[in-house]
Nanobody
Framework: QVQLTESGGGLVQPGGSLRLSCAAS????????VSWLRQGQGPGKDRDFV??????????YYADSAKGRFTISRDIANNMTYLQMNSLKPEDTGVYYC????????????WGQGTQVTVSS
């Protein structure tokens, strides 16, 4: 089992910044990529992909809405992954989840509990 814990969410004004953190604990010896996903407000909203980073950290991927504003990074030694979010917009509001995809498996294996980000004036 791997436990993921997100932190760093909060209320921020449009144009502001937040840095989300995802801490992995437990059986974290497997190699895995890490993704951030956002679930928007309202019933029936899906979790949309935001950003991902490879195990080595050498490859990163972003949703079009995140490109140029968000930066994903990781500290492998400390099992931490970060999402730096700048120039935030109201449409970035939602619950942000980190999830890991263990190399050699299909789909996300573990999810965190999420952290709320609200962008509002």
């Amino acid at each position: 089992q791997v436990q993921l814990t997100e932190s760093g969410g909060g209320l921020v004004q449009p144009g502001g910044s937040l840095r989300l953190s995802c801490a992995a604990s437990g059986r974290a010896s497997d190699k895995y990529s890490v993704s951030w996903l956002r679930q928007g407000q309202g019933p029936g909203k899906d979790r949309d992909f935001v950003a991902a980073i490879s195990w080595s950290g050498s490859s990163t991927y972003y949703a079009d809405s995140a490109k140029g504003r968000f930066t994903i990074s990781r500290d492998i030694a400390n099992n931490m992954t970060y999402l730096q979010m700048n120039s935030l917009k109201p449409e970035d509001t939602g619950v942000y989840y980190c999830a890991i995809d263990i190399i050699g498996t299909v789909g996300y294996n573990y999810w965190g509990q999420g952290t709320q980000v609200t962008v509002s004036s």
